[in-house]
């Protein structure tokens, strides 16, 4: 039986925490608006100015409960977790891969394959689903470029240029991302990625909706105990988890983008919801964010069937499995990382 354990997000700002007996409770202003049990969860996300005190601190790592905080508009702050998870021969088997180019290189491209694979279903269900509403022809000559990406990556051995052609197929994607707004489509408009600071609505909700999904790319790589910081496709840097980065890979265009989509299709987030700093971001407002969050339990609530296990699972639990069949690779228990490719 697999426990499903969810993340709390508390985005009400001066929202004060802190532990009651064996849970957590959850205080705004004078009024106690939950109490969640410490063994349901696995992280308590805090977005900007909130409260917690030093006995929920203390006893959040005694449960596995990882506490992390970000300013209010997802910049990574910092975090608190309990002794690291795993043993240490996983993770110097983990360094002693990402030290090595080549090495490197055999595992990024599984998780580049995976990236792609995903970009392009999800492009060819936008054509199945709305291809009378939309410019079909556009999104056919992206796949085809895609495609011919998707066999580079499979003859390819050099990391540098695997990142390459990772960047170029992401840009193609971009390029006809729009079409795949089909509601709204005065007010939201998507003339390309850009982010620190993103400058319009679409990328404001892609970069935060992202953040939501690293971080529980953070919390399913320390359960199966590798080192979310030392990554393949994304090299080594201080301040980032480059290993959460890359098991990302896979998931940002069937979960985290079409979560986007769906939401601005179906009018669940208004234009009227965002606004420009004198810095020039776009940020949502309160409302947006808890619509965007509550969506985005939401959808990792979904069951799938995973192709290689041949079992049923929901997304929140995809997460942990893929990173637990990384681990085994790394290990050497399977010859290849099985990404899961979405249809």
């Known amino acids: 039986m697999q426990r499903f354990?969810?993340?709390?997000?508390?985005?009400?700002?001066?929202?004060?925490?802190?532990?009651?007996?064996?849970?957590?409770?959850?205080i705004v202003g004078d009024e106690v608006k939950a109490s969640i049990p410490f063994i349901t969860l696995d992280s308590i996300v805090c977005f900007g100015n909130i409260y917690v005190s030093p006995f929920l601190l203390g006893a959040a790592p005694k449960y596995n409960i990882t506490i992390s905080f970000l300013s209010e508009t997802g910049k990574f702050l910092a975090r608190v977790q309990g002794p690291v998870a795993g043993n240490v021969l996983l993770r110097k088997a983990q360094y002693r891969i990402s030290d090595d180019k080549e090495k490197s290189a055999q595992v990024a491209k599984f998780f580049i394959t995976g990236k792609i694979a995903n970009q392009k279903s999800v492009l060819q269900r936008a054509i199945r689903n709305h291809g009378d509403s939309i410019d079909a022809k556009k999104l056919e000559d992206a796949i085809t470029h895609i495609n011919y990406n998707l066999d580079k990556v499979?003859?390819?051995?050099?990391?540098?240029i695997l990142r390459g052609i990772e960047g170029d197929t992401s840009q193609m994607y971009f390029s006809v991302f729009n079409e795949l707004i089909t509601t709204q489509k005065d007010s939201f408009i998507f003339q390309g990625r850009n982010r620190r600071p993103p400058l319009d609505s679409v990328n404001a909700m892609l970069s935060y909706t992202y953040t939501l999904l690293y971080h529980d790319m953070i919390s399913a790589l320390e359960v199966v105990g590798l080192d979310p910081a030392v990554g393949f496709l994304h090299r080594d840097r201080p301040g980032r988890l480059s290993c959460a980065l890359d098991l990302m890979e896979e998931f940002r265009s069937f979960f985290a983008d079409r979560l986007i989509l769906?939401?601005?299709?179906?009018?669940?987030?208004?234009?009227?919801?965002?606004e420009t700093t004198g810095s020039s971001a776009v940020i949502m407002d309160e409302g947006a964010r808890k619509t965007l969050i509550t969506s985005y339990q939401k959808r990792k609530e979904?069951?799938?069937?995973?192709?290689?296990?041949?079992?049923?699972?929901?997304?929140?639990?995809?997460?942990?499995?893929?990173?637990?069949?990384?681990?085994?690779?790394?290990?050497?228990?399977?010859?290849?990382?099985?990404?899961?490719?979405?249809?």
Request: proline content about 4%.
């Open 154 to 160: 499979m003859r390819e051995n050099d990391l540098d």
């Open 262 to 274: 769906s939401l601005i299709n179906r009018c669940e987030i208004k234009p009227n919801q965002f």
């Open 302 to 343: 979904v069951v799938i069937t995973h192709p290689y296990i041949d079992k049923k699972m929901h997304l929140a639990i995809l997460f942990h499995t893929q990173a637990r069949l990384l681990a085994r690779y790394i290990r050497g228990d399977i010859d290849g990382y099985p990404v899961y490719i979405w249809k």
């Open 5 to 26: 354990l969810n993340t709390l997000y508390i985005t009400t700002q001066k929202t004060y925490l802190h532990k009651k007996g064996e849970a957590v409770e959850v």
